[in-house]
């Protein structure tokens, strides 16, 4: 349904002090023409007051044949119109028409109307049938009959109407300018409102959920004492808090981001000592009971396995700091190859199946990271499906883009943690993946290095269909 108001602020206002306009018009228009009327009214009851029915009573000679004694039409204004009345009854109706008098034939409803006239010397309104509307007032004769004198109405009609027109015309024209000097005026009074609106736009558009944000300035010439400067006051300070607590935000993620990659790079060390002591250990000639034998073993696994976990932690520290990457030709065709022969050797139990174009592909990043992240996909397909599993690795050039796809037919990934895969330590089975060693950064590291690479990492799975898609700027 379409609004009847004008929904902007500017056309509200616009339209309101038009419509304000218009009504004020209305009442002066209507005022004065009343008042006018009314004056002019006044004027002709003076007249008539002063003509006392002489006209009227001038009439009650016509009677007689005599041709000296016609109705006294001296001093007469045009169009007074006089009537004498026997008993109610009309006996002589006349009306100046060029200073002589002329008969004038009423009919029975003039005749009622006249009849109906109060005699009490006050002007009443009166409309014959062939003369229009009249002012008349009645005064009793001196032989018991009633003298009604008239003058005609339509002098003061054309006045006022006259008045009425000359105001329509003025009016409208005053209304057309309040329109447009209002227009303008109210769109300059507004246009601190647009800095403010534009500002808060620009806030809304600004990527506030991590990292370090370059806050717009506060807004200029707000003036408290106006209603869009305390909005514009009120905005300044929000946008100060805000900047405020992104600042400590994003240095409280520099410190967290420096404590992981200091951790684990300190964590190096001890952890290449740990395994290096127990390989040797392990090396030690003589009898080694079978239990320390076994200890010392697993003591290497799970060294080694922490060695993997350190490594992948201060990558994604790395890649979170926004360290440079390698911007170096890939051969992506290649490096697909020598992945899927890694998971092959790794996987003989499942299928591993190869789509790429006939023209070798290559992108401009990291070849290191690039491959860490197929291996991670692989690796997943692998670890995460049981043997017999179809593998299918599709690699595919689109509109300046390259489009990597590892998809499996295997059991599929949960919903319920579908849309956090590529977080941090996100496993479906954590029960499962501690005794397989996984420890669920292998999809993290495949998003920021994607990321990194300014391309994106997806999902979609279901069971039996499970699809990761690598997408990377051609
Ligand atoms: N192809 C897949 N089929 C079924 N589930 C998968 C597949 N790929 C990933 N997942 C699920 O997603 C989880 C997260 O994978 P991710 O690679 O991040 O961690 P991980 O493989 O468990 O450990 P890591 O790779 O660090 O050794 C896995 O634990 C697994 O539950
Ligand atoms: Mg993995």
Known sequence: MKRPLPCTLRGQLTAGLVALLALACLAVGVTTALALRGFLVGRLDEQLAASGGRFAASLEHEARPDADNRPDTRGQSESTFGARLLNGTTTQAAVVHDATDRTVRLTDGDRSALARVPVDGNGHSIHLSTLGK?????VNGDDGDLMITGLPLHPVEETVHRLEAVEAVLFSAALL????????????????????????AEVSQLPLASGEIAMPGPLPDTDPRTEVGQLGTA??????HVEDALTRRHASEERLRHFAADASHELRTPVANIRGHAELALRHRGAVPAEVRHALERI???SQRMTRLVD??????RLDAGRPLEQELVDLTLLILNATDDARAAGPGHHWLLDLPEEPVTVTGDAHRLQQAIGNLLANARTHTPPGTEVTITLSTGEGNVQVDVADDGPGIPEEIQPEVFGRFIRADHARSRSTGSTGLGLAIVHAVVTAHGGTATLTSRPGHTT?????PG
Not at 235 to 240: A, F, T, V
Not at 468 to 472: A, D, H, K, M, Q
């Open 235 to 240: 905005l300044n300070q929000m946008l100060g």
């Open 177 to 200: 300018a309040t329109g447009i000097a209002g227009a303008l005026w109210v769109r300059i009074s507004l246009r601190p409102l647009q800095k403010v609106t534009a500002r808060a």
């Open 300 to 302: 290497g696994g799970e």
């Open 312 to 317: 992948d932690l201060l990558l994604l520290a």
């Open 468 to 472: 990761f898609r690598i997408t990377l």
């Open 134 to 138: 009249y002012r008349v007032t009645a």
